[in-house]
């Protein structure tokens, strides 16, 4: 009986290509019941209405959509599976949507569709994806600034512990909010100019360093950001792990300085300063903005490499191959 | 066009890129011009509204504690057809642009990297503490950076004379630029620099404050202006900026430390020209950039009254030598986030709430890149492919004595 359990469990079924044991079965009912469970316990403290549930459901989405970009991208069934399962429990995805009632979700499943399709090649459906999620992002985010213009009359920062945190968030409020966008768009375009000149080819691999990075980056510097303006970064620095291992730290950190906002927008207090997870999350800019230069300086090497060799502008060798 | 670009070795990206940056640029300092500063209101504005009264005259009044240069400047300003804050920013800010330029072409030449001298030039322009100095605090300090950004050029081609007639420039407008003085002594040693490239700094100094005696302000006054500088803003040992007062607490023996705060440095800055006077090096550009930027990090960590600005000279040497050396990268990222941290303090806290991080922490930080770049010219020297043989006279004297 034993070794027919333990047969039973291990077995691999193949139902129309699609591959999986027992075990993974029992992962996903088990990890789901406890999911909706979790987001059970905190779903009083905001009235729960359709949007909220259609939130959960999107949320569930969100962990099947990750699964199959970790799949996609390296090639690992376990990794796939593990993805969909923290997922499925992460504490600020909950928190975002079943607490609090914000349902970042409707504009962040779109990053990570958009993120899934510029893998799978096709690229103008991706960039759709992702730019009608910014859309969408924008529009929440400036909804949440007027209504939190009560609360932070004159703050740069609205619960994100960003830069503003660091360097002092009420000064020149009104004009830092118009400077920091320019110094945004100047660090986005000579990032672009980087790449283009380079010649770098933003490859599957390269795709989730800059989506991460950028996730990182934008809110670090935007003016106004929310507490939950790290969301779509906590989801990506898990897919990121996911890839690369020995980056455990980095979803890691992140999840706690994502939590600490919420709690201290939520709960008005954290056990430590808003400042110390403002550095926390430059140091984890500066290591995805390394990861984002080697991976970079990697791909131009081996781009002109390839061009050395008569192969055509901007495609990479196993392409070639 | 395609060929007035060929001619300049750009295509229509990079012109593209300089285009868009310059207009970023342009767009922060536009927004920023409106703010009025303390030092506009206690300085420059009365300073101007008298020169347009009195006319030359006012140069032979004791009013002003700045270099008379900068008051020909302000004489300039007052006789422009504009709101005269307007003229003042309008033309620091057209400094930036000169200067990121300089800056640009510099790293071009020591890079030999036409990507990196164009990513410098973009990214000179939304650095925090440029735009802050100019466009919103109004302050000059752009002036003398340019010069010594100049300086700089002409040393890394090799034209000692015209970088030590440009470091005279940057002296005849601001004090500051002595604090990187001890690295040109180290050119000097090692004969990148002769003694008479010097004399351009007494020279201009003297040649500058001829029209101010003219006009009839005595001439030891003249002379003595910086010394006269020296002695305001006593009132803490330092003024914002993250050093070693900031540790040790800034507000007990103001006058004790003041005088103990100047010699230890002196003494310092010896025992370091002693030590580095001992052997003759292979003179490399990265090494002047790491030479000066020791120094304009050290000077300002031992020396009392220090301003929350005087990082600056350190902000654009950081960028130099993280553009020589990629792997240097955060040494800008954290020098312009001290540095642009204690601006906001003295813009943003100052009579009101203390910055979020303690200034201490901030001077560790400083102590930390000290520590860094220090240990860089430790590695440098301590190589024996960069130490050259002693002139043979020298070493005759030695073996003699």
Redesign the interface.
């Known amino acids: 009986m034993d070794d027919f359990l333990r047969n039973f469990i291990s077995k691999k079924w193949n139902v129309k290509g699609l591959t999986f044991t027992f075990l993974d079965i029992l992962l996903a009912v088990c990890i789901t019941g406890t999911g909706l469970a979790l987001r059970s316990t905190v779903i009083a403290y905001t009235p729960t209405d359709i949007r909220k549930i259609v939130a959960i459901v999107l949320e569930l989405a969100l962990a099947v959509l990750c699964g199959a970009i970790v799949h996609s991208d390296t090639g690992s069934r376990l990794r796939s599976f593990l993805t969909y399962a923290v997922l499925v429990i992460y504490p600020t995805v909950i928190a975002n949507g079943s607490l609090w009632n914000i349902n970042c979700i409707y504009y962040v499943i779109l990053f990570f569709l958009g993120l899934y399709l510029y893998g799978r090649g096709n690229q103008i459906l991706g960039g759709v994806s992702i730019l009608a999620g910014l859309v969408i992002a924008i529009y929440r985010m400036r909804s949440w600034w007027m209504a939190l213009n009560v609360a932070y009359p004159v703050s740069l920062s609205r619960g994100w512990p960003n830069f503003y945190e660091i360097i002092g968030k009420k000064a020149f409020v009104e004009l830092y909010d118009k400077v920091a966008l320019l110094i945004l768009m100047g660090m986005l375009l000579t990032g672009v100019y980087w790449f283009a000149e380079k010649k770098i080819k933003v490859t599957k691999d390269l795709a989730l360093t800059v989506f991460l990075f950028l996730a990182i980056l934008i809110p670090y510097f935007a003016p106004y950001m929310p507490a939950w303006a790290g969301y779509t970064a906590d989801v990506a620095a898990l897919l990121y792990f996911m890839k690369r291992p020995e980056r455990f730290y980095v979803p890691m950190l992140h999840l706690i300085v994502s939590y600490s906002a919420y709690a201290y927008a939520i709960n008005g207090e954290t056990k430590l300063p808003m400042v110390v997870f403002s550095i926390l999350l430059l140091f984890m800019l500066v290591i995805v903005g390394l990861d984002v230069y080697h991976g970079g300086k990697q791909d131009g090497e081996e781009t002109v490499r390839s061009e050395h060799r008569g192969g055509s502008s901007g495609r990479l060798p196993e392409e070639t191959e | 066009m395609n060929s007035f670009l060929k001619k300049r070795g750009l295509d229509r990206?990079?012109l593209c890129?300089l285009a868009?940056?310059t207009l970023?640029?342009l767009?922060?300092r536009v927004?920023?011009r409106?703010?009025i500063t303390d030092d506009w209101l206690m300085y420059w504005d009365p300073w101007i509204s008298d020169i347009k009264e009195m006319g030359f005259s006012y140069l032979a009044t004791d009013r002003y504690d700045y270099t008379p240069t900068f008051i020909y400047i302000l004489w300039i300003i007052s006789k422009l057809p504009i709101n005269p804050m307007t003229g003042y920013k309008g033309l620091h800010c057209i400094l930036d642009f000169v200067a990121a330029a300089i800056l640009g072409k510099t790293i071009y030449k020591v890079t030999g990297s036409k990507?990196k001298g164009?990513?410098s030039y973009?990214?000179f322009?939304?650095v925090?503490t440029i735009?802050a100095n100019s466009a919103?605090w109004a302050q000059c300090d752009i002036i003398f950076m340019t010069f010594l950004l100049l300086c700089f050029y002409y040393l890394f081609e090799d034209r000692p004379c015209l970088a030590m007639f440009f470091y005279g420039m940057a002296f005849v407008f601001k004090l500051q630029s002595l604090f990187i003085f001890p690295f040109l002594v180290i050119l000097w040693v090692n004969k990148k620099v002769d003694l008479k490239h010097f004399l351009w700094i007494p020279v201009l100094y003297f040649l500058s404050i001829v029209p101010a005696w003219i006009a009839g302000r005595p001439l030891m006054e003249l002379i003595n202006i910086y010394m006269a500088q020296g002695a305001q803003d006593v009132w803490s040992l330092s003024i914002k900026w993250p050093n070693i007062y900031q540790i040790i607490g800034n507000q007990f023996f103001l006058l004790e430390y003041a005088s103990a705060g100047t010699w230890l440095i002196l003494g310092i800055l010896m025992i370091i020209l002693f030590a580095m006077a001992q052997k003759r090096y292979r003179i490399t550009n990265e090494f002047i950039v790491q030479m000066a930027l020791f120094f304009a990090i050290l000077t300002p960590w031992f020396l009392p009254h220090m301003h929350e600005r005087y990082g600056c000279v350190a902000d654009i040497l950081a960028i130099i030598y993280a553009m020589m050396n990629?792997k240097k990268f955060?040494f800008p990222?954290v020098q312009i986030?001290v540095s642009?941290?204690s601006y906001?303090?003295y813009?943003?806290?100052l009579g009101s709430?203390e910055?979020?991080?303690y200034y201490g922490v901030w001077a560790f930080v400083e102590l930390g890149l000290l520590v860094l770049v220090g240990l860089d010219i430790w590695h440098y020297m301590r190589n024996p492919e960069n130490q050259l043989p002693m002139d043979p006279g020298i070493v005759k004297k030695k073996e003699a004595a």
Do not use: Q
């Open positions: 990206m990079d890129y868009v940056m970023i640029g767009g922060i927004i920023l409106v703010v990507r164009i990513l973009g990214l322009l939304i925090p735009w919103l990629v955060y990222l986030l642009f941290n906001m303090a813009l943003s806290h709430d910055p979020t991080i």
